[in-house]
């Protein structure tokens, strides 16, 4: 089934969210003037369809102890994708994975606590994954929020 359409409401309401996701039901109706029945039912459905995966807090890397940033692209066996990138999921240190239509398959950002981490994270531990064929690694020195989807408020 196609995900439904957001309206203008799902829209502030995820704005919100976005904002700040430890806003309770009460906050979150009152800020954008809904009923709290209404404000509660628009968070069960936008959640049972999947638009809302859940809530998270937001770690500084560098704060936390992890002073290594990499972008790992793979060059990947033709039709591993499934196995290959369900394997990276369960790597430590792994933030984000993606497909690529470029001249590599894959590409991840990883954090890892120094360089000896990130070594044995690329070179034990994602080379070991049946299907990959090659890595290429490059060193982030920084990073910084861009400015997302503007949500309405």
Known sequence: MPPRRLDETDRRILGA???????SVRALSERLHLSRAGA??????LTEDGV???????????RAGLDTTAYIALNIEQNTWRQVSAALAHLDYVDTIALLGAEFDVILRAHAPDNVALRTLVLERIQ????????RTWLAFDEIDGAGTPWPT
Not at 40 to 45: I, K, M, N, T, V
Not at 52 to 62: E, K, N, Q
């Open 17 to 23: 969210l976005v904002r700040d996701a430890r806003l």
């Open 40 to 45: 509660y039912a628009r968070l069960q459905r």
């Open 52 to 62: 809302i995966a859940g809530y998270t807090t937001r770690v500084v890397p560098h």
């Open 128 to 135: 070991a994954i049946p299907g990959v064929i090659g890595t």
